[in-house]
C-alpha cells in the first residue's frame, strides 16, 4: 500500500489526528547513512528497499493527553564478518515507540528524567531521518558470524590466578 506522506517533511499533528498506520518502502540509496556502511568491497543489491512503518496514538484526554509514535522497520544488509571476512547477511530490526514532546527544548529538558524516546512535534517531521537513526542504532557493534565468534572469555581466563588469590593470603594488621 503506498501513501502520499511526505516521509522528510511528514504533518506530523496531521498524521495523529488519521492515527491510521502507514507502509513504505525505502530504497536504500535514499538512507545515505546506512548506504554508506554497505559500501566497500561488498556488493550492494541496487534494489535493496528498507520496509517500514509508523503508527501514531493518542493516550489520555484532554490535558494529559500524550501522542505516540511507534516505528517498525526490517533491513537486511550484506556486511564482511570481522573475523573470517566473508560477506555475511546481517538482519536490524526497529521496533520502538516514542514520546512527543512540544519541541526540542523540552525534549532536551526532560530526556534524563524519563525513560521513553523522546521526539519534537513538528508539521515538518523528518520520519526519514528518525528511521536512519534507529537503523543505525540497530547494527550490531560486531559483524561476525555465529561460528566465527571466539570462545567465551571465561575459558581462557580458567588458567590465570584470581587477581585476588595474592591477598588471601596476607594478614591483616591487628587494630
Ligand atoms: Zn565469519
Redesign the pocket.
Known sequence: MTNDWNISALDMPRFIELAVPCRWQTALSSLPRVHALCEGDVSVDPGLQCDWSMLAQTRGNGPRAQNWLHLQAGLTLTQR?Q??L?P?AVALAVDRWFRFVADEATALAEDDACEEDLLAMSSEFDALNLLEDELLLAMPLII??S??QPPPSKALGDDLPHPFAALAGLKLPKP
Open positions: 564478518c573475523r573470517c566473508e555475511m561476525s558470524h561460528s566465527c
